[in-house]
Nanobody, 124 residues
Framework: QVQLVESGGGLVQAGGSLRLSCVGSGRGFSSYAMGWFRQTPGKEREFLAGISRSLGRTLYADSVKGRFTISRDNAKNSVYLQMNSLQPEDTAVYYC?????????????????WGQGTQVTVSS
């Protein structure tokens, strides 16, 4: 089991950047694939990016490809989401999640463990 805590959210102007962090505690962080999702009220949780557990293979949603970058540092039990060229439509609560299969996948139901979320607000 792994516990996840996100940080780094906040208020940013359109065109700006933020870097989200997610720290995992508990056993075996490096054995999990990790993903970032976001959610706005009344909408389903949206996959943004995933990274495999060992080779660092990445997967991105089309909506963020070229703007967002996922990375991980297993020595620090951490996964990151660098977000550039943010737009008001990127406003959401952002979540990190852990998938025990090990290869990055897109469906929220593939992920067993979730953080509490961090709010990102992009002003126009």
């Amino acid at each position: 089991q792994v516990q996840l805590v996100e940080s780094g959210g906040g208020l940013v102007q359109a065109g700006g950047s933020l870097r989200l962090s997610c720290v995992g505690s508990g056993r075996g962080f490096s054995s999990y694939a990790m993903g970032w999702f976001r959610q706005t009220p009344g909408k389903e949780r949206e996959f943004l990016a995933g990274i495999s557990r060992s080779l660092g293979r990445t997967l991105y949603a089309d909506s963020v490809k070229g703007r967002f970058t996922i990375s991980r540092d297993n020595a620090k039990n951490s996964v990151y989401l660098q977000m550039n060229s943010l737009q008001p439509e990127d406003t959401a609560v952002y979540y990190c999640a852990a998938d025990p299969v090990g290869s990055s996948r897109r469906r929220p139901t593939d992920y067993d463990y979730w953080g509490q979320g961090t709010q990102v607000t992009v002003s126009s």
